[in-house]
């Protein structure tokens, strides 16, 4: 993340009036959601989940009845004790949870749903699953952030509401990404003010007071938490879902197309990934642990599919050479042995329990398909070409260590391969027709031609290939073909989002410099203090900027007799406000006083132990020398731990240690 410090000055008002013009419409959110197809099943998927929402409100509160039926309290009415009310509200349970199935179903339906908003194709490709974004309410972020800024800040709560009418617009946004880059920017831009509201308003021992809530996009069931993380986390976890999204309506037909949605996986790994090792004690399936790494596996697995795909691509018409079948075996391979994984972790409880059951299927025929394909393509370069013996063995063997003895010995002559190849075509067609009766199996896939194209287009060729090396005096069995060894000439590697190419200004810029204004510091206001100067100067010496700090105060000065101490910060010169002011720009002011001197408004820090009642003026420096640059804000986030048994947010602090970056210490 890469803040822009804004300053105070002529143009401030003027971007106060725009921001006060400005509407809720923003680059990258879409406006016309409703009219694209995927902008209709995301309406969809929010209609569910306010059904599901309504549907659990009633059921909680025919539980709490049928729970006071069954153990009466003092107080509750005499209607709960009737046998007859506590048949209807057995009944209406079931009404509940029968519509709550329903919905779930409808759901998960529209979570397998194949994204329709795609290029034509020249060719077939297998279908991808791609994620659905979760779903939020309205925020009114209004009355916890005035009465925050009020109360810690000291300022006029009211005098901000052109920026929280600008961080609401903003949120408003992102609930209606565009299915493209500027989508992706739009949440990022969102998750880096999140970041910089952590760093200015939440402590360890305060919240902003806000209920966020969040639909769970695999459930649809809302979580709701008052942790500022949980939103992160949600707006991290969308992050993931669109590049799933941008993944799948990609035009896998050409090189460029597989590129891209190869890289868009990795990136939405990345993120999954990114949140697992950074939020705990996550309040909705779709975010815990063991959600997020079957997430963060079956992306890398899509990613390397796209690979695959890419390989496939050149000269379709034209014959292939060895080396480039044994490759294509290979690949196969280590997409089917990836699958593999994901369709063991998709069985897994609790993943089984709220997964869609067309992704466990889904994932199951990819396996069955892909590693068909790998014994098709090792039987095309054992009937087609004279590869050599070393090759071959590296494909169905794999690497071997020189003094570990080889079980199996591949053979040399044409006529022995073309029996290995066709032992190798009887099982891609074995495994083919797996997949064709796993994919009748599920409901949802019926529906999905694309695959069924891909799989009995893959079935035909194998057929055709077996029948045309099957002889009429062949009457040996062929042995048992090996497995495939899987490997992939082009590693993935899985990337985490890069929220700094996406620079945001601070918001609530106008409340000062993070290093000092925020709610972890407390600070008391001193001033206007007016200084004039002597023979020697005003009597202090100014080091850093934004905000200026009094590294010094000689005894005796005029400014010791003002009252100015070590370790204030100069927060205004002459009532104009210069928390942003640069050194050299505080020290031009000063210079340019005259005999009736300057009026000066300074901050003193406070020890964390210290209430602002108290008349101790002893500066808290610590480590708050450093500005805003210096205390690494470009790169990090402060840290902040969490004793609450809420969803949990760790960060590394990279902060520096040392104050060398400051300005020399200057005496105007």
């Not at 799948?248 to 050409?254: F, K, L, M, V």
């Not at 494909?395 to 029996?419: C, D, I």
């Not at 190419?501 to 409340?511: E, T, Y």
Request: charged share 25%.
């Amino acid at each position: 993340m890469v803040p822009e410090d804004r300053r105070e000055g002529p143009g401030a008002d003027e971007r106060s009036a725009q921001l006060q013009a400005a509407g809720s419409v923003r680059e990258g959110c879409d406006t016309l959601a409703a009219q694209t197809p995927c902008g209709r099943l995301q309406s969809r998927r929010a209609r569910i989940h306010q059904q599901i929402n309504k549907e659990l409100r009633m059921r909680t509160g025919a539980e709490n009845l049928y729970r006071a039926r069954a153990s009466p309290q003092p107080g509750l009415p005499r209607a709960t004790s009737n046998a007859r009310v506590r048949e209807t509200v057995a009944l209406e349970l079931s009404y509940v949870n029968s519509s709550l199935q329903l919905l779930k179903e409808e759901l998960e339906e529209l979570n397998c749903s194949v994204d329709t908003d795609t290029p034509d194709r020249e060719g077939t490709t297998v279908p991808m699953i791609p994620l659905g974004l979760k779903e939020t309410k309205e925020l009114d972020w209004s009355t916890a952030l005035k009465e925050l800024i009020s109360g810690h800040f000291g300022e006029d709560g009211a005098s901000y509401e052109t920026e929280i009418r600008e961080l609401t617009n903003l949120r408003q946004a992102v609930r209606t990404p565009s299915r493209s880059e500027s989508g992706l920017e739009l949440l990022t831009a969102y998750y880096n003010q999140l970041c910089l509201l952590d760093a200015r308003f939440v402590t360890p021992a305060r919240s902003l007071g806000l209920l966020f809530q969040w639909y769970d996009s695999l459930t649809g069931v809302p979580a709701q938490q008052r942790a500022l993380a949980f939103e992160k986390g949600s707006v991290l976890f969308n992050i993931g879902a669109l590049h799933t999204q941008i993944g799948a309506r990609q035009d896998r037909g050409c090189p460029t197309g597989t590129s891209r949605a190869a890289e868009s996986f990795q990136r939405a790994a990345g993120a999954f990934k990114l949140l697992r090792q950074k939020f705990s004690r996550a309040p909705s399936p779709d975010m815990s642990p063991a959600s997020l790494s079957m997430l963060e596996q079956l992306m890398a697995a899509q990613a390397q599919e796209c690979v695959f795909e890419g390989l496939a691509l050149p000269a379709p018409t034209a014959p292939r050479d060895c080396l480039a079948q044994l490759h294509l075996a290979q690949e196969a391979a280590q997409v089917a042995a990836q699958y593999e994984l994901v369709h063991q972790a998709l069985i897994q409880p609790p993943v089984c329990n709220y997964v869609p059951f067309s992704w466990t299927t889904l994932v199951h025929v990819k396996a069955k398909h892909f590693r068909s394909l790998a014994h098709y393509h090792a039987a095309v370069a054992l009937c087609d070409s004279a590869s050599e013996a070393e090759l071959l063995e590296q494909v169905f063997l794999g690497p071997l260590p020189p003094s570990e003895p080889r079980g199996l010995v591949l053979p040399q002559e044409y006529e022995e391969r073309r029996k290995l190849g066709k032992a190798h075509l009887k099982r891609a067609i074995l495994g083919q027709e797996e997949a064709l009766r796993l994919h009748a199996l599920g409901r949802a896939l019926r529906r999905v031609d694309l695959l069924q194209a891909v799989l009995v287009q893959a079935l035909q060729c194998s057929l055709t290939r077996y029948s045309e090396l099957d002889l009429e005096d062949d009457f040996f069995e062929a042995t048992e073909a090996p497995d495939i060894h899987p490997k992939t000439h082009r590693t993935l590697e899985v990337r985490a989002p890069s929220f700094s190419r996406v620079k945001v200004a601070d918001i609530f810029h106008r409340l000062g410099p993070l290093s000092v204004f925020s709610a972890k510091n407390r600070w008391r206001l001193v001033g206007p203090v007016h200084v004039t100067r002597g023979e020697g100067g005003f009597g202090f010496t100014l080091r850093g900027d934004s905000p200026v700090l009094i590294a010094a105060v000689i005894p005796g000065g005029h400014a010791a007799a003002a009252g100015l101490q070590e370790g204030d910060y100069i927060v205004s010169v002459n009532g104009q406000p210069c928390k942003w002011w640069k050194h050299a720009e505080v020290v031009s002011q000063l210079k340019g006083v005259g005999d009736e001197g300057v009026s000066l408004q300074v901050v003193t820090l406070l020890p964390s132990t210290e209430q602002p009642s108290t008349g101790d003026r002893r500066p808290a420096l610590r480590g708050l020398l450093r500005n805003q640059k210096e205390c690494g804000w470009g790169t990090s986030v402060p840290v902040r731990a969490s004793p609450r048994p809420l969803l949990g947010w760790g960060r590394k602090t990279k902060r520096d240690k040392t104050a060398g970056g400051l300005s020399p210490a200057s005496q105007p």
